[in-house]
């Protein structure tokens, strides 16, 4: 809460930047940039995040590689996110604190249709959205109680509805997706952000 964070939807365009970090920063308004890569080896990651600073010229904050089981995968996120806080100096509240000493696992296939089906709804042809409806549907025959993956048909169905070739439902589908994932889990951010797309455009 005491951190103003750019939505991963916002940040898709720069995913293979062709500008430099200070001009995306500008473009987003912010002052810190969070760059990393995955790379994957059965079900092993390696991920490699770094922190840089923009207000003065690009500078180093903070920069860590993490080698993980994808069941535990999760879990590097509250680490991550306990670094930066400690590195960028806010308060975490204790509802916050509690949240990030949450340890969970996920299945493998699941996460690895979740995965898969976060990399096509983002594409610009409706075919390769499609496909990713497709595999974020086979996440959730696979684990029926994973909010991620609803909040992923949720935005799934926001990108297709538009498209050029928009099926008429898929806005309602996209609320239905996004709902269920709140009900799930009332704190997950990218089901509250795709019900806000909703609520914006059908």
């Known amino acids: 809460s005491d951190l ?4 991963r939807t916002s940040t898709l365009q720069f995913e293979n930047p062709r500008s430099n970090l200070a001009k995306i920063a500008k473009q987003l308004n912010v002052n810190k940039v969070i760059e990393g890569s995955i790379y994957s080896a059965g079900d092993s990651l390696r991920i490699q ?6 207000e003065s010229g690009e500078h180093h904050l903070w920069a860590e590689a993490y080698n993980e089981d994808m069941r535990t995968v999760l879990n590097i996120l509250n680490d991550v996110t306990r ?10 509240t204790p509802e916050e604190e509690k949240r990030i000493d949450e ?3 996920v299945n493998r ?3 690895k249709a979740y995965l898969r089906g976060l990399h096509y709804i ?3 042809d409706p075919e390769q959205v499609r496909k990713g409806l497709n595999y974020l549907h086979e996440a959730v025959e696979k ?6 993956a609803y909040a992923g048909l ?4 926001i990108n297709l509805g538009h498209g050029p070739t928009p099926s008429i439902d898929s806005f309602q589908k996209a609320q239905a997706a996004a709902l269920t994932a709140i009900k799930l889990d009332y704190t997950n951010s990218e089901a509250f952000s795709a019900l806000a797309s909703y609520t914006l455009y059908a």
């Open 4 to 7: 103003r964070v750019i939505s």
């Open 49 to 54: 995040l770094q922190l840089i600073g923009i």
């Open 83 to 92: 670094e930066i806080a400690r590195e960028v100096q806010v308060s975490l």
């Open 103 to 105: 340890r969970v696992s």
């Open 109 to 111: 296939e699941t996460y």
């Open 122 to 124: 983002n594409k610009p």
């Open 143 to 148: 684990n029926p109680a994973d909010p991620m």
């Open 154 to 157: 949720a935005q799934g169905y």
